[in-house]
Every structure is written in structure tokens, then in C-alpha cells.
């Protein structure tokens, strides 16, 4: 006899019973929430429901809710990789760091160890945090810019502390801090890196963005490395970006790089190779528009 065909229903609908019962004996649902799910970033990535790697369901019903939109389409991201039928979530809809993330973990970019669940008790999650990211910790916003709503956790106490004043309708990932001097900032356009900064943050500071009083300190793309230009560009084509900023950090220790994140609206500095650098795409574009 076959074994019964499992299929997630995720979010599952009030009257799922009644579902259920008009599939019959052969096909067994499984009622799904999004708070129930688990993303673990740590070189292989694994989404978890209730524990359950999601990509051993024979079929996902997805549904795409508003308010969850980022953490539907990262879901899909993954069954895409892994083979899973389901349905399917639009493409570009709910783009956040959580599904950018979930790209580049996928396809071995090196990223920080990280965790996200959505809307759950995270204080009953503190010691998984903790041995999956270790401490010092970060913790930010899902959809943030500009380094705001971020804050550096060093323990367990802060942990739960800061997790009572995280505000309720916005999604956090927690992210293993890498110990650094800098930030790379490189510019990529059109797979080419055409701009390279580092950036130095302030003593008093743990993010090297210049809003927040980081110095921007531009190089020759020359003296970048391989690696380095490599992720920013591999990560810019993962995402089908024309245009983009991959921030990529290095290890003081061990100098190996992370790439924490693409930013699709990177800031302009005055009298910047960056100013020239957008000029030329700008005109790129509008040549290519003309002539088309």
C-alpha cells in the first residue's frame, strides 16, 4: 500500500477540518502558522515548522499573507531549491533581508549565522540564539535601512531584555556579530564592480554606516580582492540586480569575508568615485532606451 501523500497547508484556514475530510484517507494535512516557522542560517540553510524541515512535505500550500509576505516568498525560494512542489509566491513580492538571505545561504555565499522566527515567544528561543550565533549578537529589522532599529546584544541578560522592547508589528533577524576594523562597500552595475569604499566606524559605534558616523574611505578596485569582488558580484546576480551595493565584512581574526547584505538604494557620496560611477550607468540605461 502507498504511503499517504503529507502536504503543509501553511497558514492553514479555520475550517481545515473540513478539507481533510474531502481528500480522503490517502492524503494527510498538516495545519501550518507562520509563527511555528523556524529559519536557521548557519552554512546549510533549514526552514523548520514545529521542528520539521519543511522540504520533507510531499506538497506545500503556501498562501502569501500580507503581513507575511517576505517570509511566504523566502518559503518558496527554498521548496524552489529543494525540488518541493507548492504553490507559488510571486516573484519580487515581500523582498526584505530575510529573502535575500535565504538566496544567499542557498547558493554558499558566506553569510553570518543568523535566525529568524516571525511573531513567537523569542525568549524561549534565547539559548537557541545563542548557539547558533553566539554573543555578540545583532539584532535588526527585516525591512531596516541605514542601519536603524539594529541594536549589539553581549548576553543572554540583554537578549531578554531587549526582547520585551522590540516592537510587535516589525520582523527581526538575529545575526552573529563579526568581529572588524570595516566595511567593504562595493558597487557592482551590470556584474562589473565600478566602485569600492571601506568604511571605519566611530569608537563609540558597531555599524560602519556613515549616518552613523562612519568614515567612508574610497579605494582603486585594483586593490580589492578576488574573493571580495567575486561575492558582490555573484550576490548582485542572485538577486537580477542591475544595479547594487553589496556591504561585505571582514573577520579581524581570521580575515575570511561575510556578506551581510545587498542594498538595492545605496547613499552617494559627493566628489565620489560613486557619483561618477551612477552617472554612467544612468546614461547607459538611456542610451540603450534611445537606440531600442
Known sequence: MNAKM???????????????????????????????????????????HNGRDIKEYDFVWLSSLFGARDISRAISVYLDYHDVPHTKVNYGEGTSKLVDLTWFDLHKLPIPNSFFQNKCNKKEKVDLIAD????????????????????????????????????ENKGFIFQQFIPNDYDWGILVSNGEVISAEKSYRSKSEFRNNACWGAKEVFQDIKD???????????????????????????????????????NRFPGMTINSPEVKAFSSFLKNKLFSTQTA
Open 224 to 262: 580589492v580582492s578576488s574573493e571580495v569582488k567575486r561575492i558582490a558580484v555573484d550576490a548582485c546576480r542572485l538577486l537580477d540586480l542591475e544595479w547594487g551595493r553589496a556591504d561585505i565584512v571582514i573577520d579581524r581574526v581570521t580575515s575570511k569575508p561575510y556578506l551581510l547584505e545587498m
Open 6 to 48: 503529507q502536504v503543509l497547508i501553511l497558514p492553514a484556514p479555520v475550517k481545515i477540518e473540513e478539507i481533510k475530510k474531502d481528500l480522503g484517507e490517502n492524503i494527510e494535512i498538516f495545519r501550518g502558522r507562520f509563527s511555528d516557522i523556524e529559519f536557521r542560517f548557519n552554512c546549510e540553510l533549514r526552514i523548520l
Open 132 to 167: 547558533l550565533c553566539g554573543f555578540p549578537v545583532i539584532v535588526k529589522d527585516t525591512q531596516g535601512s541605514r542601519g536603524k532599529n539594529s541594536h549589539l546584544i553581549h548576553s543572554k541578560e540583554e537578549l531578554v531584555n531587549i526582547l520585551d522592547k522590540l516592537p
